[in-house]
């Protein structure tokens, strides 16, 4: 789950702090802020954004298997 917009993330990415957030998330953060949404801290760059695919994996196959168990993923947002 994405720390800013607490649902499961869809294109997950790390930011200079190391921590994973929602691309579309940390985009409009720093748009508005030069700090760490996690630890309030000044980062020294706000453009260092990659792919988290290990997370992205992960949360696809969360989705996945609540599909095959009948629960239907946005009800859990």
């Known amino acids: ?3 800013i917009t607490g ?3 869809q ?3 790390i ?3 190391g921590h994973t957030y929602e691309r579309r998330a940390i985009t409009e953060w720093f748009a508005h802020h030069d700090t760490s949404p996690n630890t309030n801290l000044v980062l020294d760059n706000k453009h260092w954004i990659l792919p988290n695919h290990n997370v992205r ?3 696809q196959r969360f989705l996945d298997e609540c599909r095959a168990a009948g629960v239907d993923p946005d009800s859990l947002n």
Request: hydrophobic share 60%; glycine share 0%.
């Open 57 to 59: 994996a992960l949360a």
């Open 11 to 13: 294109d997950p990415v």
């Open 1 to 3: 789950m994405c720390p």
């Open 7 to 9: 649902e499961i993330m």
């Open 15 to 17: 930011a200079a702090d």
